[in-house]
């Protein structure tokens, strides 16, 4: 009212007679409409036209004004048969495309163009059988495409490496369509990435289509495991009598290291195979090589049993290695197909992961040693400064406290006496074990007489001062052996 008062004319956002409009959603489903309403609201984020009779689209006539803010964009479920160029820059923000049950027969060149946010696109239920050059060019933001229940007969290999293609492609799914062979040695590079869905397709069951099938379930491949039922080949049914399965070696259960020096040649077999005269494919880390197309200008060379050869090697073709080969009934789940390269020492291979576990072997030596040096300091220190200590002497004579096998670490009993000490030297005496009496109870023969011990000084010490050694050494030089022995 205060705009109509003050004569301006509110700038207010309709909803059309044939939508639903709930905050920044609008629904025209169902309404069998033939054409876009042209007095939608622009603020909308996501608009639902499915169920309707939209043909074609094409720019203006379906799309009358721009949807900045549209992130989601449902035209399932109409008859569109023609989408023509630039049919969707209108809404350049758009993230999630819904075009399935539709009437599309081919994709053309820039059809969608201007979507370079798009990351979601979704048009199975077609009846799509040619996907042209440049359909999807500069989608490079799209993660999921969803082309299941077409018609297609070849697999759309464009799309992973055209120029202005998809880059951060994760998710295919290509299910129920008329595919009959696949390329197996892209696939097997592709889905180390993200996840393509071939069930449901009548694919021919031949050697490279059954070695890939078993790579991916020994690697727990989603799209095999949750749909295996819809692949050929299954439990070792179809023509794989003619892949030359009768010599296939035990697998080993853990992945196997190989080490080569710099530049040096190095030949790695495929695990748990003798392929002769079969087709093996090998996963290195950067590419895929099969022995059937082997690349003069590589390295990396597949010989005739399967054993991958390389030239020259260096520190990049460190890594892990996959052997992919048709094993028929032979296939062991719990075997490895893999290997690991190491290129120069163990110890600088660190950096590709690969000697983790040796490096942490050599600290723990390393440590260890350091730990007994130690201790063996810390125990010759307390032999050498220990605090002196006398054996006493019983009333009767005997000794107390100095039985046999004892360890005695006395000082010299004159530095003792005087108060002075003139040296660091250690007295250490080990006592033989004497024979008690027969009699239980009986008197004992007595250990050890203190006064006719004479030890020797001047060997443990850190320094000595004195001139006098001759006279020391003369004085300390007879050693009672009959009731114990002396030990420096």
């Known amino acids: 009212l205060l705009f109509l008062c003050l ?33 939608l609201p622009g603020y909308a984020t996501l608009l639902d036209l499915s169920h309707n009779a939209l043909t074609v689209l094409q720019t203006p006539d379906w799309i009358s004004r721009p949807f900045d803010r549209l992130a989601t ?3 399932s479920r109409n008859s569109i048969s023609h989408i023509k160029v630039d049919a969707f820059t209108a809404m350049p923000h758009l993230l999630h495309l819904d075009l399935s049950f539709n009437q599309l027969i081919a994709l053309n060149k820039s059809i969608f163009a201007g979507m370079e946010e798009l990351k979601e696109l979704l048009l199975f239920g077609n009846e799509i059988v040619q996907i042209n050059t440049g359909a999807f060019s500069n989608l490079y933001s799209l993660q999921k495409l969803y082309l299941s229940g077409n018609r297609l007969t070849v697999f759309p290999l464009g799309l992973y490496w055209e120029p202005g293609g998809p880059r951060n492609l994760t998710f295919l799914d290509l299910s129920y369509n008329r595919l009959c062979e696949v390329p197996v040695q892209s696939l097997l590079a592709l889905t180390r990435g993200g996840g393509i869905y071939l069930q449901e397709n009548p694919l021919v069951c031949d050697c490279a289509l059954l070695a890939l099938l ?14 295996r039922g819809g692949y050929p080949c299954r439990d070792g049914s179809g023509p794989v009598s003619e892949c030359g399965l009768e010599v296939v070696l035990e697998m080993p259960f853990e992945a196997q290291t190989y080490q080569v020096e710099l530049g040096k040649r190095l030949r790695v077999p495929c695990p748990g195979l003798d392929a002769q005269g079969r087709e093996v494919f090998w996963l290195t880390p950067k590419s895929v090589v099969n022995s059937s197309t082997n690349d003069p ?3 990396l060379v597949v010989l005739p049993n399967g054993t991958l050869e390389i030239w020259g090697a260096q520190m990049e073709d460190s890594g892990t290695y996959g052997c992919v080969a ?6 062991n789940p719990n075997g490895s197909l893999e290997v690991n390269v190491v290129v120069g020492n163990l110890s600088t291979a660190s950096t590709s992961g690969l000697a983790v576990g ?53 000082s010299d009993p004159r530095e003792v006496e005087s108060g002075e000490r003139r040296s660091s030297g250690k007295r250490v005496a080990f006592l033989e ?55 420096l």
């Open 214 to 227: 078993e790579y991916w379930m020994w690697k727990q491949y989603r799209p095999l495991v949750d749909f």
């Open 297 to 299: 200008n590589t390295p």
């Open 326 to 331: 048709a094993r028929g009934h032979h296939y």
């Open 433 to 487: 074990p004497q024979v008690e009496d027969s009699v239980i109870g009986g008197p004992k023969t007595q250990v050890m007489n203190l006064g006719h011990i004479i030890t020797t000084e001047g060997i443990l010490k850190n320094s000595r001062r004195s001139t006098g050694s001759d006279s020391v050494i003369e004085s300390n030089s007879s050693i009672s052996d009959t009731n114990f022995k002396l030990s």
């Open 7 to 39: 004569g301006v004319c509110p700038s207010l956002a309709t909803c059309p007679p044939c939508c639903l409009c709930a905050s920044d959603m609008i629904s025209c489903s169902g309404r069998n409409l033939s054409i876009v309403p042209s007095d």
């Open 73 to 75: 964009l449902v035209v």
């Open 358 to 410: 040796r490096s942490a072997e050599h600290f723990n030596t390393a440590f260890t040693t350091l730990a007994s040096c130690v201790v063996s300091i810390i125990l010759v220190l307390l032999y050498l400064y220990l605090t002196p200590c006398r054996c006493r002497e019983n009333r009767g004579g005997g000794s107390r406290g100095c039985g046999g096998r004892a360890f005695i670490l006395c």
